[in-house]
């Protein structure tokens, strides 16, 4: 029998994890606080925050619903282009690890994007961020340095990088394993794991993302970093 | 109190000064993801992030009068959606302390620069932690280990694990506020 408030809060934990709304129950303060603790940790799994369209289009729906009859904005509803795809909560898919476990810090540096589209970081080096065994087909791996985001990705067994940094106003992309693409939170642009433009609502095509050199060493994957 | 800030997110215009919304709908386009992620930090699931962001809008637009200026209906929907988070914890879980904290969040909410990640601040508060509690929520959360493996990776019995995972968090929530802010 669950009972103890450690159970409470692991069964609280449970459910967010699987992604199912939580039971209510009366909280006392110190499982409050836990509980807490663990909603803001599960949205901190990449991905995790961003709506699904599906999400979307229900909250739009019962807003027209009700917004229709109301006297504040009476008249005012106009069917505009439908929001395109965000990502979806498949994203929380994601691997997510603490890369600055394997990516040695470096000084800041100028970052050369050459016209090929590869970018090279002054006084970059090899650096492993992950075995192969960590980064199946299909999935993503975003990192940090302090000079540049990138996102490490197998697309069906091609290792290959990114910056993880949208070219239009430097949003962090969100990868989207379901759509095996990277998704800007902010201005519904989506490029592909190989960092071509999949699709965009701005008055002009954003730039395709730099490519970032890798290569796998010892079944470790290295980046030019 | 809750482990993330209220971030911005998701915004997907500036907020150029003496800008305006004409209609319900240009609000909505333009915040609600940032409102469902603002929800998500403080609920941590898909569903209940869902009621409350549509909670928070319909709340807000029920009272605006239009043309609204942006900066105002933004500053709304960050006070309403502090409002609404407070009502789903007390009815959800009979909480009134986190009440209180959320009501008094910082409101800066959908205001500022888009590109501050969640999981970083995660990962600085981790960092902070001791190495057992450390581990057992990096397991937990970022690697998606289930209770009965946490266990088997660290040792301990699943009641263990269980109560290990709670004084983390409950260290980790301490933390937040004493060390982050």
Known sequence: MKNSAADRVAQFVEDLLKGRRPRRFEATPDEAEAMSAAAGLAAARVGADLPDKAALDRIHGRLAQRLDDSPAVEGRYSRRVWLRTFGTAAAAAVIGVAIDEVVTRTGPGTQIVAADGVLTPDGGQWRPVASVEQLPAGQAMTFSTETLDAVVVNDGGKISAVSGICTHLGCKLQPDIAEQRLSCPCHQTAFAFSGKVLFYRLKAAPADLPRIQSRVRDGQIELFV | ?181
């Open chain 2, 1 to 181: 109190m809750g482990l993330i800030e209220l971030r911005p997110s998701g915004r997907p215009e500036p907020d150029p000064e003496g800008a305006v919304y004409t209609d319900w709908e240009s609000v909505y386009q333009d915040n609600v993801v940032g409102i469902y992620q603002l929800a998500f930090r403080r609920v941590g699931n898909a569903a209940d992030a869902e009621d409350v962001a549509e909670e928070v809008l319909i709340r807000t637009l029920n009272t605006l009068r239009f043309p609204a200026p942006v900066h105002n209906v933004r500053s709304y929907l960050v006070k309403t959606a502090r409002s609404v988070l407070a009502d789903h914890w007390r009815r959800h879980y009979a909480v009134q302390n986190t009440v209180a904290e959320l009501e008094q969040a910082p409101a800066e909410g959908l205001a500022g620069p888009p590109n501050t990640v969640a999981s970083e601040r995660a990962q600085r508060l981790l960092a902070l932690l001791p190495d057992q509690f450390h581990r057992v929520l990096e397991l937990r959360f970022l690697r998606g280990y289930s209770v009965r493996e946490v266990a088997r990776e660290m040792g301990v019995t699943e009641a263990n694990a269980r109560v290990l995972q709670f004084r983390a968090l409950r260290k980790a929530a301490t933390l937040e506020q004493e060390v982050l802010g």
